[in-house]
């Protein structure tokens, strides 16, 4: 079950927002964090304009800026995604249409390559941030590692649908891993092959299922190979990337999540895995230790070390009351992430803007 808590106070009067992120559920991409935040302030009673839609490049800067143009004087307020590398670029473009046409935004700041490119160029990211009205970010590791570029943060975690995760406390555990991410070199998915071959010989009845879109960058092919070389590719299933409504079924058939990431800042998917009640194995990468805590709602274990990460999740197996503190913990975490504490949190910061009040 969600939180129970009263729904905010729908406006006086309807607020025009301007949306710039990726809108690319209806092309068949993962659903993003934008299009959840904008849906749900749309149900709320806000008017919403989008962009973009476009997948390709080209097409996509060219809407984001018409979009930007076009919004002229017609919305009160616009929120960006900014990403690192090309979709740092796309920010840059969209926010300074936004300027031309006089219309205040906010940036969301995400992914956790964000800081390394902030390092790189930190001219043009303290340049950009410091043009914002505001600028939220989903973690503390962001807030911490952000902070240093001029402009003050304001913290909106990033949300899920609780209630929509039937939770089962993981009381005695069967070496059931799920991975859920996409096939790229960002998340080591080979990595999670290579873990399970360690645990074979103790759990020779272990399964690890694999979930997640190809991105094309011969991650995939990669796993595969590692997974037939040593010779565990009988105990690996390969599911392409599911639609959102579908995950929560899919985690229901495993006891441990696995998380092999090397870069990170919000992972959506261990929230995930913890409202379903599974025990969270991860690697201790970027935002995850700001969010989650070492034998409290997950285990840690070091980035690409096979060794750790198997005796991770071996000690789960093996020790019940650790699983227990795990599953219950992650539950919890999970509830803080919750619409019904997450929304009015994004009600309050962009209203009291549009209001004319200081972010507080």
Not at 70 to 92: K, M, Q, T, Y
Not at 312 to 335: C, K, N, V, Y
Request: proline letters at 7%; a positive charge.
């Amino acid at each position: 079950m969600g939180i129970a808590k009263s729904p905010p106070r729908p406006p006086a009067r309807p607020f025009r927002l301007l949306a710039i992120g990726n809108f690319l559920s209806t092309a068949g991409r993962y659903r993003s964090a934008i299009e959840d935040i904008t849906d749900r302030l749309e149900a709320r009673g806000w008017i919403v304009r989008r962009a973009s839609h476009e997948p390709a490049r080209l097409p996509r800067l060219l809407d984001i800026a018409t979009t930007a143009w076009r919004a002229r004087g017609a919305v009160d307020l616009a929120i960006v995604d900014v990403f690192s590398g090309p979709g740092f670029l796309l920010a840059e473009a969209a926010c300074a249409v936004l300027r031309v046409s006089r219309v205040p935004y906010v940036l969301i700041l995400r992914g956790g390559g964000l800081p390394a490119y902030a390092r790189r160029h930190p001219r043009r990211v303290g340049a950009l941030l410091r043009s914002a009205r505001a600028i939220t970010v989903p973690s503390p590791y962001l807030a911490e590692t952000m902070k240093e570029y001029g402009a003050p943060l304001t913290l909106v975690r990033n949300a899920l649908e609780l209630g929509s995760y039937a939770f089962r406390l993981r009381s005695h555990l069967e070496p059931r891993i799920v991975w859920l991410r996409a096939f790229h070199e960002l998340y080591n998915p080979s990595l999670a092959p290579r873990i399970l071959a360690r645990l074979l010989d103790r759990f020779p009845h272990a399964h690890l299922t694999m979930i997640g879109p190809d991105k094309g960058d011969g991650s995939r092919q990669a796993t595969e190979a590692v997974a037939a070389e040593l010779g565990v590719l009988g105990s690996i299933s390969f599911v392409n990337g599911l639609p959102k409504s579908d995950v929560p079924g899919a985690l229901q058939d495993a006891d441990i999540l696995l998380n092999t990431t090397t870069v990170d800042n919000t992972p959506v998917s261990l929230l995930e895995g913890m409202a379903s009640g599974l025990c969270v194995v991860t690697t201790s990468v970027g935002g995850i230790p700001y969010l989650f805590g070492d034998g409290r709602d997950a285990r840690f274990f070091p980035s690409d070390d096979e060794v750790s990460g198997a005796r991770a999740i071996t000690e789960l197996l093996e020790d019940r009351e650790l699983a227990l503190r795990i599953s219950s913990g992650g539950r919890a975490t999970a509830a803080l992430h919750d619409w019904a504490v997450v929304l009015p949190e994004w009600e309050r910061v962009l209203g009291s803007l549009i209001e004319g009040h200081a972010v507080r």
